[in-house]
């Protein structure tokens, strides 16, 4: 294990760790997006309780669920050490800053929206991930297998327009974290090509940074304007 040791002891080795775990997030986002979408169809719940089914006992699934948490909590952990460190190495500030002349916005604060997506998944967790394995829910049939409507728990979640805020405030900063982000796995990777890169860059920026985030911030929108009658 001494290869571990002595990759998580230098600042590289986190980097290459957080490059890593956060590519694998970007992965995740794009499947859990492809499940919150079915609450789109209109059809009462009933796509998004068989998509729900299906991802919380394939074992399959399941399985990669235990890496997905795990994943979570290195990439928030090696991001605070990585940023201590570098807080630590520069105890006293230059008397004359602009960074803005040398680093994007994003790139200077990923601390920050790093810190808000970490509460926000721990309140998402606690609203969904938890209710939904330890907390009373009502049962649906359909074609005679019973099935937990999470879709319900999903409306009464997002009829909260406090918490619709919450959400959608925290899809722009996962905007934000992903425009910087996704390109920076690649780069900390050495996956630099001018063949490729302009590539990363498009979807880093429009895929990641702003269609995923917007389809997330979608849904809450629209689920709180169904369960309040707006729309049918």
């Not at 699934?61 to 460190?85: G, P, V």
């Not at 997506?117 to 209710?131: D, E, K, N, P, Y």
Request: charged share 10%; hydrophobic share 45%.
């Amino acid at each position: 294990m001494s290869w571990l040791t002595t990759t998580l002891a230098s600042s590289l080795g986190r980097k290459v760790v957080m490059s890593l775990t956060g590519l694998f997030l970007c992965t995740f986002l794009i499947v859990h997006l492809a499940g919150n979408l079915q609450l789109f169809k209109g059809d009462e719940g009933r796509a998004f309780n068989v998509y729900s089914h299906f991802m919380t006992h394939n074992p399959v699934i399941m399985t990669i669920s235990y890496l997905l948490y795990a994943s979570i909590l290195i990439h928030s952990t090696m991001a605070l050490i990585l940023t201590r460190h570098n807080q630590a190495s520069r105890p006293v500030k230059y008397a004359y800053q602009r960074p803005e002349a040398n680093s994007h916005w994003t790139s200077r604060n990923m601390g920050i929206l790093g810190t808000i997506l970490f509460i926000f998944i721990v309140i998402h967790m606690r609203t969904f991930w938890f209710t939904m394995h330890f907390g009373p829910i009502p049962m649906v049939n359909y074609d005679g297998e019973e099935y937990k409507d999470l879709y319900t728990v999903v409306s009464a979640a997002f009829s909260n327009g406090l918490y619709v805020l919450f959400y959608v405030l925290a899809m722009a900063g996962l905007s934000f974290h992903l425009v910087h982000g996704f390109q920076s796995g690649f780069q900390t990777l050495g996956i630099r090509h001018k063949k490729y890169s302009p590539m990363i860059e498009w979807i880093g920026t429009y895929g990641f940074g702003v269609l995923i985030p917007a389809l997330f911030a979608a849904m809450p929108v629209y689920m709180f304007l169904k369960t309040h009658g707006f729309i049918g």
